[in-house]
């Protein structure tokens, strides 16, 4: 999570925006979860535009001294598809150039910009009786498994329970189909919603506090999200 303004290096094709920096991709200021790998691929792919990239070049800046078949680079170019809109067969953005590789067919417009979303210059993190995690810009993920962003050592809690995603000025929490709910303030979310500084999200046992430093994630958020619906 950036503390202070500053530029973003990154790159505007369509409605999409690669951010360099966060390592972030969004559609129209929204997140789109893709693997870090996807957007290493995306990333490198438009750095060679025009030109196409070899698959023996992909496999090397991708996987560096590590075998892989061309089928995991098939699926992970997939996956970037998908996360695109894209397809294979009337490409827009990815290009399958056969017998060799890939290649970059969208319209830049802009290299080094900043953002057009409004900036958080805020911290913004959550808080419980076990101690205190900082939430950064994108995807947060609450949950039992032990690769997510707050983690709970708790039976009623799901393995990847929900996330709070923070863009756009915005701090927002969605439940992952969990088991046992998620809830703000004592009631249950059945839709994404806005957080506030010092909102109560219950996730199962759990009761964590969603705290902002300064600014953003404010009741303005709620307000601009709730108009949108």
């Known amino acids: 999570m950036p503390r202070g303004r500053r530029r973003e290096m990154g790159t505007e094709f369509d409605d999409f925006t690669l951010e ?43 996987w560096p001294a590590t075998f892989i078949s061309d089928a995991t680079l098939t699926s992970l170019v997939a996956e970037l598809r998908a996360g695109l809109g894209d397809s294979a067969v009337q490409p827009r953005f990815v290009r399958t150039v056969h017998r060799f590789g890939y290649a970059f067919c969208g319209t830049v417009r802009d290299e080094s910009r900043s953002r057009r979303r409004p900036l958080l210059d805020v911290t913004c993190w959550v808080i419980w009786e076990a101690g205190q995690v900082a939430l950064r810009e994108g995807e947060n993920v609450l949950g039992r498994d032990r690769d997510v962003a707050v983690w709970f050592d708790a039976t ?64 303005e958020s709620r307000h601009a999200l709730e108009s949108d619906r």
């Open 156 to 219: 009623d809690v799901s393995r990847r329970h929900a996330r709070i995603v923070i863009a756009g000025g915005r701090a927002i929490l969605e439940d992952l189909d969990s088991k046992n709910g998620t809830y703000v303030r004592g009631a249950r979310i059945t839709a994404p919603w806005p957080l506030e500084d010092g909102d109560q999200i219950g996730v199962g046992s759990a009761v964590v506090t969603f705290r902002v430093a300064a600014g953003g994630a404010s009741t």
């Open 20 to 62: 360099w920096d966060s390592r972030q991709l969004f559609r129209a200021g929204a997140p789109v979860h893709v693997s870090p790998k996807a957007l290493d691929l995306l990333r490198l792919l438009v750095e060679r535009r025009p030109g196409a990239v070899s698959k023996a070049e992909l496999h090397e800046r991708l």
